[in-house]
């Protein structure tokens, strides 16, 4: 099936009589005839349902239309964002190990990596999307156990170069995680570059209403952990914590990567998505392929014409010819990027701060990638607890303002932001 037909048909496939849309399981827990029964789901000898914590029906059709849409082997859901990116790295990498990720990902995931998950022992690296080969080199460590990157960092826009990065971890018998938020699954498939573990934020495109907060996790079947066994013990070594099971043995490459994050992390954490949140994903995930063509189409109107204006200072948005990234853009999304635009106003932050309380129709909130246009100062909000500093690394100036382009008229959104900048 192509990707259109996948959106609205893929993960759930209803028998005689059923219902058609994906129902939603809103249940804590599930009735067995027998204790027997149900011990062979505590011991993974049989597929089923004990407790919400862990798993629920409706979350796992929903995580396997996103699975089949990047084209992986399995999938999960969690709570947001955050939980998956967190859940992703910790699978692989525990005290004492390390971490290489790129430094313009976005505001959260890096406070996340450098500042909670070093309080857990994990050491991180974090480099320059753009760096060297040798420069990426000298980032690894003997206890180096995975690289992180976004397709297109929020809001740095800087796009990842998945094979290079790809290449690099492989040869160092890691894996590759990427957060594909950003580019969703209908303008880049990570996997086709040699990703190995893909995560996204559900709030944003995929859910594209701003109604409910998730996350997902996609495995993309080939790594091989057993392969290097002595780097992943989590993986190839017993759970004594589950029975002695050994993940990679028992669920081999396609599974095991997943299941070991649903049997032990979500067990453990519980940021499990609530089965409403995921029945509203789905809703999302069926227009996906109709909506991000309409955010590109929008962006590049934007980008266009905001960087003709006299009274901005630059522009930086992937679609764009002469940016940074456009060749980047064009090698792994030519189909478009995304509907938001970073640009920057002559005046700085008084300027930018005068210019969004002009706004129209663009509204000011922490939100981005949904239907509606919304603008934003990371940072003074998402982005406040990086220093100068950091926000420099991370492509994320003070004069920074993030425009997501939603699903309006062009002609409106553009007159809109005319009428603010002729405030300024």
């Known amino acids: 099936m192509k990707q259109e037909t996948k959106c609205i048909q893929a993960g759930y496939e209803p028998k005689n009589g059923e219902s058609r849309m994906i129902p939603i399981i809103q249940s804590t827990t599930f009735k067995y005839d027998s204790s027997e029964d149900m011990g062979k789901l505590f011991d993974l000898e ?37 939980a998956a990116n967190f859940f992703a790295v910790f699978n692989v990498a525990t005290e004492g190990d390390h971490v290489i990720a790129s430094s313009s990902i976005y505001g959260g995931t890096f406070n996340l990596f450098n500042v909670t ?38 809001p740095a826009l800087t796009v990842f170069d998945i094979e290079r990065f790809a290449k690099k971890a492989h040869e160092h018998g890691v894996p590759l995680i990427v957060d594909n938020t950003f580019a969703t699954p209908i303008n880049c498939r990570p996997f086709e570059w040699g990703c190995d573990i893909v995560t996204h934020s559900t709030t944003k495109y995929l859910d594209g209403h701003d109604v409910a907060v998730g996350g997902a996790i996609i495995d993309s079947g080939n790594f091989d ?53 995921a029945f509203y994903l789905n809703l999302g995930i069926e227009s996906l392929a109709v909506r991000m063509p309409r955010h590109c189409e929008n962006g590049q109107k934007v980008a266009e014409f905001l960087a003709q204006h006299e009274k901005v200072s630059w522009v930086n948005y992937p679609g764009l010819p002469g940016n940074k990234y456009y060749d980047l ?90 009428q603010a900048l002729a405030c300024i």
Not at 337 to 362: D, I, N, Q, Y
């Open 46 to 82: 049989a597929s089923g349902y004990f407790y919400t914590r862990l798993q629920n029906p409706t979350n796992d059709l929903v995580a396997a239309k996103l699975t089949a849409l990047e084209g992986g082997t399995a999938g999960m859901l969690t709570s947001s964002g955050q």
């Open 117 to 154: 998950m070093r309080k857990m022992g994990i050491d991180f690296t974090f480099v320059d999307p753009d760096c060297t080969d040798e420069e990426l080199e000298a980032a690894f460590q003997p206890n180096t156990k995975c690289v992180f990157g976004e397709t297109i960092a929020n």
């Open 225 to 277: 952990w057993m392969a290097h066994a002595d780097k992943f013990p989590g993986l190839c070594t017993p759970d004594e914590s589950y029975h002695g099971i050994t993940y990679a043995e028992k669920f081999g490459k396609e599974g095991a990567f997943i299941t070991k994050a649903t049997a032990q992390l979500m067990r453990d954490f519980g940021s499990i998505q609530s089965p409403q949140n």
């Open 329 to 418: 853009a064009q090698k792994y999304m030519p189909n478009g990027t995304c509907g938001v635009v970073s640009f920057g106003v002559k005046g700085g932050r008084p300027a930018a701060e005068a210019f969004m309380k002009e706004l129209k129709v663009a509204m000011i909130a922490t939100h981005v990638a949904d239907a509606h246009t919304c603008v934003l100062h990371p940072a003074s909000s998402t982005h406040r607890q990086l220093t100068d500093e950091e926000l420099v690394a991370a492509g994320v100036g003070p004069d920074l303002i993030r425009l997501s382009v939603g699903l309006e008229n062009s002609d409106d959104l553009i007159e809109d932001l005319k």
